[in-house]
């Protein structure tokens, strides 16, 4: 069996495309196309489920129309209708740091050298020009640039990233005032 852990999300599948079977593929990394890795992990009904790819093509730098082996009609594609698309870890892992995307560390926590415990990454915002991670901390959300030079070690067995933050980024100090 497939665990959390051992995956994370690159992905979402769209609706069906033609009458073949294929999906269109809305995905936030393309590491399925950067590694040798044949198969990709969708999450139904809350089990982690590999299916392998017997092709696939790009549409634009985020989207793909993928073929699935088994899925050869549009009924069969359409039960893949908003299912989440998620790809191993050991495969990712293969591709060599320099290679992973920032949502590879969701899921991750983070530790800041001064501040100890920041909480953990449940997001990435991509959306503007500087990346954030969005860290979950006592409920409140935290943004934190996802930028190399704040960042000390990351640790993939643990899951955690170690940052040193340049003082009053977070204003973590007044956060534990107000506690």
Known sequence: MIKKEEVYKIGLFNKPH?????????FTDDIFDRVDCDYLICL???IFVPFFMEEYR???DS??????????TAERARMFTNVEVYFPVKHAE??????????????????????GMLGEVVDVDTATVNTL?????????????????FIRGIDQQ??????????????????????
């Open 18 to 26: 033609g009458i073949h079977g294929e999906l269109q593929f809305t």
């Open 44 to 46: 139904l009904d809350g």
């Open 58 to 60: 790009f549409r634009s």
């Open 63 to 72: 989207t793909a129309l993928v073929k699935l082996e088994g899925v050869d």
């Open 94 to 115: 293969e591709a060599g740091e320099g290679e992973l995307s920032w949502e590879f560390f969701v899921g991750f926590r983070m530790e800041d050298v001064h501040h």
């Open 133 to 149: 991670f969005i860290v979950e901390r006592e409920g409140e959300e935290l943004l934190v640039p996802a930028q190399e030079e």
């Open 158 to 179: 643990q899951k955690l990233i170690t940052v040193e933050l340049p003082e009053g980024l977070l204003n973590l100090d007044e956060l534990e005032e107000e506690e």
